[in-house]
Structure formats: structure tokens, C-alpha cells
């Protein structure tokens, strides 16, 4: 039997916070906040999103671009948030780095809710291969690279790591 409790005072790592909307959630409902991205303008904008909050209880941090080292110490969180974010490493090998990074900063028996990619998405629909389970989709403002996954056996490879709770799935394909 798996433990779904959730401690409402736990801390949270918001890997790829964007805008900090769900850092602002999460401080909603009682959790201290680590917020990070890799660009100053989502630190501002997830600052500004913060402001009114306690700053006992968050923080914020610009993790550059190309580091794959997190500036957290061991067992610092009882959670981790990444939403939309880990498949534009667009490496197995830059995902593996940082699994292995949230496993080093994550408490044992923490949890992680990650949202990743799979072929049916029209990053893949639309975009190219490039090889080694990454596509190209191109924007009006450039081209994105990104890591899809194929199936349930290739996720649970890649979150090997991890005790796998569970798998969720959702459609956003949009015509």
C-alpha cells in the first residue's frame, strides 16, 4: 500500500516555475517554495507573482541555462514540481543528469509530479526527428528541440530511479 499523504508544510522545488503560477498554488495551500528557471525575465515575473506572499517561504533562482547542477543542498525537498519543462532538455543524457540531481536534493520518500512528452504530441506530429527519440518543431520565433517519450516501458526506464507511483495520461492536441 502506497502512503498518498501529503504534508501541507513540506517544501517544493518548482523546476521550470515559469511565472510562478503554480509556486503561487502551492503557497496557497501552505508549502514553502524554491522556485527556479533558466531565464531572469521568469525569475522577475515569478518574483513579481510572489510578492505578497511571505519571503520565509519562497524563493527564487536563475539556474543557467547549461548548469546541471541544482544550488540545493541533499534531502532538501519533500517534493518536486516539474510541469512542461524536463522534456525541453531535449538529451536523454542532459534528463539523466538532472533525475539524477532531483534524486540528490529530494528527501527519501519524496515525490515528484513531472509531465513529459509522448509521440502522439504535435511537437512530433508536426515537427521532425532529429534522432535519439528528440523532434524539431518549428515556431514563428525559432525552432524547439525536444525529448518525446514512446511508451510506458521507455518512461519508466527513464524515471528509473524513482518508485513509480503512477502514470497519468492527458491529450492536448489541438486542431
Known sequence: EVDRSIDKNGKVLDYGCADGNNSKFLLDRGFSISAIDITEES????KNNLNNYDPKHWDAKVLTENNDKLPYNDNNFDYIISNQVVYFLASRNRINLLLKEFQRVLKPNGRMIISMLSRFNTYCFEGAPKGDNVFTYKTPSGEIDVYVT?????LRDIFSLFNIVEI?????YYN
Not at 43 to 46: M, V
Not at 150 to 154: L, S
Open 43 to 46: 525569475i522577475k515575473k515569478t
Open 150 to 154: 514512446y511508451d510506458e516501458t521507455h
Open 168 to 172: 497519468g495520461y492527458w491529450d492536448n
